[in-house]
């Protein structure tokens, strides 16, 4: 029987004083988090973060990343570049997270 996968979901809504470089060097700088924290090593199974298609509740980027396990969620959360990421974002946007287990085929 196929383990369910940690599914991470984040939707980021940047602050409306948010100069437009920052927001896109934020985004530069996510598309390869999952690789600056270990990726498929450190059980980063799936990663992809890009701008939303529907801002009418104004969520600029989304994020959904599948963890092979809670284990491997938890030492992203732990890891320096995600701290550093954390740290960036923290005084230009807000977000809402959302994890769940569900089935992952790659």
Same mark, same amino acid.
């Given at each position: 029987?196929?383990?369910?996968?940690?599914?991470?979901?984040?939707?980021?809504?940047?602050?409306?004083?948010?100069?437009?470089?920052?927001?896109?060097?934020?985004?530069?700088?996510?598309?390869?988090?999952?690789?600056?924290?270990?990726?498929?090593? *450190?059980?980063?199974?799936?990663? &992809?973060?890009?701008?939303?298609? /529907?801002?009418? !509740?104004? %969520?600029?980027?989304?994020? =959904?990343?599948?963890?092979?396990?809670?284990?491997?969620?938890? *030492?992203?959360?732990?890891?320096? &570049?995600?701290?550093?990421?954390? /740290?960036?974002? !923290?005084? %230009?946007?807000?977000?809402? =997270?959302?994890?769940?287990?569900?089935?992952?085929?790659?």
């Amino acid at each position: 029987m196929e383990q369910n996968k940690l599914w991470h979901v984040v939707l980021i809504s940047f602050k409306p004083d948010t100069p437009e470089t920052v927001k896109q060097e934020i985004c530069n700088r996510y598309q390869t988090l999952d690789k600056d924290c270990g990726g498929e090593e *450190a059980g980063i199974i799936f990663w &992809k973060v890009n701008w939303n298609l /529907d801002l009418r !509740k104004n %969520v600029d980027l989304v994020e =959904i990343a599948v963890f092979e396990n809670n284990d491997a969620f938890k *030492a992203f959360q732990a890891h320096p &570049k995600h701290k550093e990421m954390a /740290d960036i974002i !923290k005084g %230009v946007a807000d977000w809402q =997270i959302g994890d769940l287990y569900l089935p992952f085929n790659d």
